[in-house]
């Protein structure tokens, strides 16, 4: 196998062997601690412009499955592990994850020590880096200079409008980055799921009569989303909402409240979150880089739901006397435990609460 490196901005350098394209990738540099779900996390579009370190040191053992693609093709830049399986085994595997990344052109780099590399970025912060063939002396200054793009979202929205029909709730689904498993939580639970471009205005999304809103996951800093707060704002005093990962930080910021970088994010399946109005622990699927300012919510109408136990940031909101609410996390649980998946629930009950108050106040 070919030799390629992880340089750093910092100065480190980690060498390890290509697979996939040994095409020259500069990006962000994250690491995720799920043991299983490298399928999921790949082609979860929250990962755009992003390069995974999986911790766990053996990746691919059950190859790559027809079923749990959360976008069509990888969304993330490319991926980092310290062994990449040689023989999967799985009765749904169509192919390797290796023969997966040259089909799909996707880079990547094994032989990696992604303990030390994991470190390192847990005690400096996720930062810039490369994958490149060959370490040059201009590589460093290359990625200091390098600028993440501010249009991740835009890149991986829906380009048009499009809708699975059914005769259950409606709800309009606004894509910052849409993840499959959110469309088949909901459609197991028989909704009719109309999705919307990120830059949708809420007069054509009123003009579709739906009877929710739904803002979903993406990638990048909320604050280069601000287009769509006028639409939240909007939406949000005429119909029950929720948010999930990057559209419960645009909801925090429509309500007045701010985000930040947290140092190297929540990435991963296992990240414990109290309910607090419920007095019950769920465990979570993760992935994030940016949070809401639990100092900025004393400004506005918001209260917190959610907390993760162990830095305690702002895992989930409400919004004082309206149906709207968002958390941090994927209750869609793809991949990941279930714990929450009774938030879609919670939405469509409050969806038939709001419908009863309307009715009753006609």
């Not at 290359?142 to 809708?163: L, N």
């Not at 996951?217 to 939406?235: E, F, K, M, R, S």
């Not at 929720?242 to 985000?259: K, P, R, S, V, Y």
């Not at 296992?270 to 919510?297: I, P």
């Amino acid at each position: 196998m070919k030799k390629r490196y992880i340089v750093l901005e910092n100065g480190s350098v980690y060498e390890g062997e290509s697979f996939g394209s040994d095409a020259n990738v500069m990006a962000e540099l994250v690491f995720n601690t799920g043991m299983s779900g490298y399928q999921e996390s790949i082609t979860d579009l929250s990962y755009r412009g992003e390069m995974i370190v999986f911790t766990y040191p053996l990746i691919g053992n059950y190859g790559i499955n027809r079923d749990d693609f959360e976008s069509l093709r990888p969304a993330a830049s490319a991926i980092v592990v310290h062994e990449i399986a040689r023989r999967p085994s799985n009765w749904r595997q169509m192919m390797s994850l290796e023969e997966w990344a040259e089909r799909m052109n996707m880079p990547g780099i094994t032989g990696i020590d992604t303990r030390a590399l994991t470190r390192e970025l847990r005690d400096n912060g996720v930062m810039k880096a490369a994958l490149v063939n060959e370490v040059t002396d201009d590589i460093f200054s290359e990625i200091k200079k390098f600028v993440p793009s501010k249009k991740m979202v835009a890149d991986a929205t829906t380009k048009t409008q499009y809708q699975n029909p059914t005769d259950g709730v409606s709800i309009a689904l606004i894509d910052f980055g849409l993840k499959n498993s959110i469309l088949r939580s909901l459609a197991k639970r028989g909704v009719n799921v109309m999705v919307f471009p990120a830059d949708v205005d809420a007069e054509t999304i009123l003009a579709a009569n739906p009877d929710g809103i739904l803002l979903s996951n993406g990638p990048g800093n909320p604050q280069d989303v601000a287009y769509a707060i006028p639409t939240i704002q909007t939406l949000q005093e005429q119909l029950p909402l929720m948010g999930i990962c990057l559209g419960h930080q645009l909801f925090a910021i429509a309500n007045g409240a701010e985000t930040y970088k947290l140092k190297f994010g929540h990435r991963g399946f296992n990240h414990a979150v109290r309910n607090l109005s419920k007095e019950r622990l769920d465990f979570t699927s993760q992935n994030h880089g940016y949070a809401v300012n639990r100092d900025s919510l004393s400004k506005t109408e918001l209260v917190v739901t959610h907390e993760e136990i162990n830095d305690h940031t702002v895992e989930g909101i409400r919004l004082k006397n309206h149906h709207a609410f968002s958390v941090q996390f994927h209750p869609d649980a793809a991949p990941g435990p279930h714990d929450a998946e009774y938030l879609f629930d919670d939405f469509l009950n409050m969806i038939e609460n709001a419908k009863k108050e309307t009715t009753q106040n006609a």
